[in-house]
């Protein structure tokens, strides 16, 4: 079963244009979650979707940042008009629907891609 | 409110000392985690906690959920090289998952 997969690992962008990152959840999960790491900082909640639905964008820019989960395929974080502090390391990871009758089990954490580094020239 | 303070923000320690960090919150949680992130990869969970002063270990890393459900900490025994990467807690409610800032942990041998 594999993990998360994420990809590119390594995108470079010049300003102006545009980047799509692509997350491939672990099989069975359908919630799909993504973090932004600046250099030197932390996990940086965006955004956080369900199958074709939004559930929480609270943490994502208003402007250029974009995400979707489709019924199928991956889930995509687009950055339209890239600028360079846009220039970091975006994680995605899933889990299974969080349910109350499995509270204390390990089905309640989320599993990691490996990220994408976006650089921005 | 919803806000993790993660602590300390880095440390650089002797290879065989333990180490301490914690992470504390103004609200209560359900599940504390705790994840390590290695240089150029994504975290990967450690140790899970679900219930108000559960105490758990995995090899050389122990945890605890605070009994007021508002805090947690991690130990790391006798640390060796690739103990080196950021250490996150991290709380769930519900769907929500949010993160600490990290503790960036050196170990110098």
């Known amino acids: 079963n594999a993990g998360v997969m994420q990809n590119p690992r390594h995108l470079v962008r010049r300003r102006g244009q545009e980047a799509r990152l692509r997350c491939s959840p672990m099989?069975?999960?359908?919630?799909v979650y993504w973090y932004r790491q600046l250099p030197e900082e932390g996990l940086k909640f965006m955004v956080y979707?369900?199958?074709?639905?939004?559930?929480?964008e609270s943490g994502m820019p208003k402007e250029r940042f974009s995400a979707e989960f489709p019924k199928e395929g991956p889930s995509i974080l687009r950055i339209q008009q890239v600028v360079r502090g846009d220039s970091a390391a975006y994680f995605c990871?899933?889990?299974?629907?969080?349910?109350?009758?499995?509270?204390?089990?390990?089905?309640?954490?989320?599993?990691f891609g490996a990220g994408s580094r976006l650089t921005v020239l | 409110g919803q806000q993790l303070n993660q602590s300390p923000q880095s440390m650089f320690i002797q290879e065989g000392e333990d180490v301490s960090m914690n992470c504390t919150s103004s609200?209560?949680?359900?599940?504390w985690l705790w994840y390590k992130q290695d240089p150029g990869e994504g975290p990967v969970l450690l140790i899970a906690?679900?219930?108000?002063?559960e105490l758990t270990s995995n090899g050389r890393l122990t945890a605890q959920f605070g009994i007021t459900r508002k805090d947690s900490f991690l130990n790391i025994s006798a640390s060796i090289p690739s103990d080196v990467g950021i250490y996150f807690c991290?709380?769930?409610?519900?769907?929500?998952?949010?993160f600490g800032a990290g503790t960036r942990l050196t170990v110098k041998p």
């Open positions: 979707l369900q199958k074709e639905n939004i559930i929480d």
């Open positions: 609200s209560i949680f359900n599940t």
């Open positions: 906690l679900y219930k108000a002063g």
């Open positions: 990871a899933s889990s299974p629907p969080f349910r109350f009758q499995t509270i204390n089990s390990g089905a309640n954490v989320l599993t």
């Open positions: 099989k069975g999960h359908s919630h």
């Open positions: 991290a709380r769930r409610r519900g769907d929500d998952m949010r």
